[in-house]
């Protein structure tokens, strides 16, 4: 009988860019903290037990989906037209299987559309209605576009689209912080077997366009999984991680060039950050590393240590 791997590890974020320090209260703090520490909760539980890699970063990017705190699912973005639009990503490190999904209105947990796409369609990407008709006719409920609406993501859209207004000169009136220019929610696991997988979710970006699409769904840009090299996770300025290619640029500087996990993900931000992005990733090895590199104020983030013990971390 094969020896059962002992190297099993979860990563989780809530996006880079986070509330200044100076507006953190104890109160707000538990609140992105209790959220990370409940992703942890419902995709160690599975990866402990056996699970796979897949089904504890659905579930973790499921339960920040639907917590309002963080901008993805329940909690998104709105568009300059006042609407939430959605994109998400899955991928199997085993199998290079992936499923993406874009411009979601009615989906409640976009990360399971997309799990749907990889296991259940023919395509890798999918979006829009065409999208939704397939998550319809495979039995997922449509929810209504109120479902997504928070109010601190409402005055938020009120605030960029005033700030952009002002231009430059209204830097001064309008104060956007990181959190306001960044969120996505995100989770990387290894399994027992061996087994890598990465998922992804996001609301976008504050008054983004209405058809605008990020990273996130991007395969090789927000989102990859390769079992050969790592697992990854960003979150950040989507346009600059595209054009990055980040999360793939990971793993191929650890395959072609040799380098361990925490250089390669250092080296692949830096490359957005050249281009003029900025944001962080999460990303985990076949061997279990870690690394969570960032160039904001902070990234929400947590990992699971060796000993199982629950990492939340929120600035530098
Ligand atoms: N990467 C996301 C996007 O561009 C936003 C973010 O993570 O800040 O859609």
């Given at each position: 009988?094969?020896?059962?791997?002992?190297t099993i590890g979860l990563v989780v974020h809530g996006g880079a860019g986070t509330i200044e320090r100076s507006e953190m209260t104890p109160e707000k703090e538990r609140k992105y903290r209790g959220g990370i520490e409940q992703a942890l909760t419902a995709g160690y539980t599975i990866v402990k037990d056996g699970g796979s890699s897949?089904?504890?970063?659905?579930?973790?990017?499921?339960?920040?989906?639907?917590?309002?705190?963080?901008?993805?699912?329940?909690?998104?973005?709105?568009?300059?037209?006042?609407?939430?639009?959605?994109?998400?990503?899955?991928?199997?490190g085993k199998t290079l299987a992936a499923g993406t999904v874009a411009n979601l209105k009615h989906i409640k947990n976009p990360v399971s559309l997309a799990r749907l796409v990889m296991?259940?369609?023919?395509?890798?990407?999918?979006?829009?209605?065409?999208?939704?008709?397939?998550?319809?006719?495979?039995?997922?409920?449509?929810?209504?576009?109120?479902?997504?609406?928070t109010q601190h993501r409402w005055d938020l859209l009120q605030k960029t689209k005033a700030a952009e207004k002002a231009?430059?000169?209204?830097?001064?009136?309008?104060?956007?912080?990181d959190q306001d220019l960044h969120g996505t929610v995100g989770?990387?696991?290894?399994?027992?077997?061996?087994?890598?997988?990465?998922?992804?979710?996001?609301?976008?970006?504050?008054?983004?366009?209405?058809?605008?699409?990020?990273?996130?769904?991007?395969?090789?840009?927000?989102?990859?999984a390769n079992n050969a090299t790592c697992a990854v996770s960003g979150t950040g300025d989507?346009?600059?991680?595209?054009?990055?290619?980040?999360?793939?640029?990971?793993?191929?500087?650890?395959?072609?060039?040799?380098?361990n996990l925490q250089?390669?993900?250092?080296?692949?931000?830096?490359q957005v950050a050249k281009l003029g992005g900025t944001g962080g990733l999460i990303a985990i090895d076949k061997n279990g590393n870690v690394a969570l590199p960032f160039n904001t104020s902070g990234m929400y983030r947590g990992?699971?240590?060796?000993?199982?013990?629950?990492?939340v971390e929120i600035y530098k």
């Open positions: 009988m094969p020896e059962t791997r002992k897949l089904d504890a970063t659905e579930a973790a990017v499921r339960v920040l989906e639907d917590d309002p705190n963080f901008n993805a699912g329940k909690g998104s973005d709105f568009t300059s037209a006042g609407t939430n639009e959605m994109d998400a990503a899955i991928m199997n296991e259940k369609s023919k395509h890798v990407m999918m979006d829009g209605e065409g999208a939704e008709a397939f998550a319809k006719a495979n039995g997922i409920q449509l929810v209504d576009q109120k479902y997504f609406f231009g430059p000169s209204g830097s001064k009136k309008f104060i956007i912080t989770a990387v696991a290894l399994d027992r077997d061996g087994n890598l997988a990465a998922a992804t979710s996001t609301g976008g970006k504050a008054n983004k366009l209405p058809g605008r699409v990020g990273d996130t769904p991007v395969i090789g840009a927000g989102t990859y989507g346009e600059f991680f595209i054009m990055a290619t980040l999360a793939h640029n990971v793993s191929a500087l650890m395959e072609y060039r040799g380098m250089a390669a993900a250092q080296a692949a931000l830096e990992y699971v240590d060796p000993n199982g013990k629950f990492v």
